[in-house]
């Protein structure tokens, strides 16, 4: 299968994170509902890795834990961020405003990997941008 099919199951079960979060976050604080999600998807990881993947540790760089790390805590952050905002306001406001990440990756991409923007980028992106603006004005 190709990327394309992981990356729209991706956004299939982003879409349905977001409102199973806002319903969870109802009645408890934004931190908790972070911290039990996060101990959900961390046992999640392990049993898929350690039942499915048999991990060749030896292959495992250092500059590899560097970089997950540091992608780890932005996640981490992310998360934090993404439950304040679906505590105070509306999962249909909330997840296409968070969907500019997509504008930040491209970007990101572009100044820390080199990857060659083309057209699409450009106008995909402004079109995420011009979604995320009207989405949050309502």
């Known amino acids: 299968m190709s990327w394309a099919y992981w990356a729209l199951l991706s956004a299939l079960f982003a879409g349905i994170t977001a409102v199973l979060a806002k319903a969870g976050t109802n009645d408890i604080a934004p931190n908790l509902a972070t911290a039990i999600r996060t101990a959900v998807v961390l046992v999640l990881a392990w049993v898929i890795v350690v039942v499915g993947d048999k991990p060749e540790w030896k292959t495992l760089s250092g500059r590899a834990v560097v970089f997950l790390t540091l992608s780890g805590l932005a996640t981490g952050a992310s998360w934090l961020c993404y439950f304040r905002a679906l505590h105070l306001g509306e999962a249909s406001s909330v997840a296409p405003v968070d969907k500019l990440s997509v504008v930040f ?25 011009a979604g995320a603006v009207v989405i949050a004005t309502k």
């Open 105 to 129: 990756a491209i970007a990101f991409a572009a100044l820390f990997l080199d990857e060659r923007l083309v057209w699409q980028h450009w106008v995909g992106g402004s079109l995420i941008v």
